[in-house]
């Protein structure tokens, strides 16, 4: 069974650092693309960051210049380097991993994890 997991969260103040791990059950580099998503209370889950198979990214706006994302084969996982925190990124995190190869094919979503930015 294809399992992502994600783990780094914490309290952090504003102005702070966190990095977030998202490890795959599998060879990460089997999946097409790697994202990490999040949602606050009361919102709706929102993009932040994705990598490709082929190292592309894509960041939310919101996030531009602050929040990096990286892929290690040897790991197996996905990082989501984030920098110059603020209270607007608390939120619960999670990863989601989409394979297109058959009988993988499907979209996988880790349990999420909690990160809070105190001001």
């Known amino acids: 069974q294809v399992q992502v997991v994600e783990s780094g969260g914490g309290l952090v103040q504003a102005g702070g650092s966190l990095r977030l791990s998202c490890a795959a059950s599998?060879?990460?580099?089997?999946?097409?693309?790697v994202g990490w998503y999040r949602q606050a209370p009361g919102k709706q889950r929102e993009l932040v960051a994705t990598?490709?198979?082929?190292?592309?990214?894509n960041f939310a706006d919101s996030v531009k210049g602050r929040f990096t994302i990286s892929s290690d084969n040897a790991k197996n996982a996905v990082y989501l380097q984030m920098n110059s925190l603020n209270p607007e990124d608390t939120a619960v995190y999670y990863c989601?991993?989409?394979?297109?190869?058959?009988?993988?094919?499907?979209?996988?979503w880790g349990q999420g994890t909690q990160v809070t930015v105190s001001s």
């Open positions: 990598v490709t198979r082929g190292r592309n990214t």
């Open positions: 599998e060879r990460i580099d089997w999946f097409n693309v």
């Open positions: 989601n991993g989409v394979r297109a190869d058959w009988p993988r094919r499907g979209n996988y």
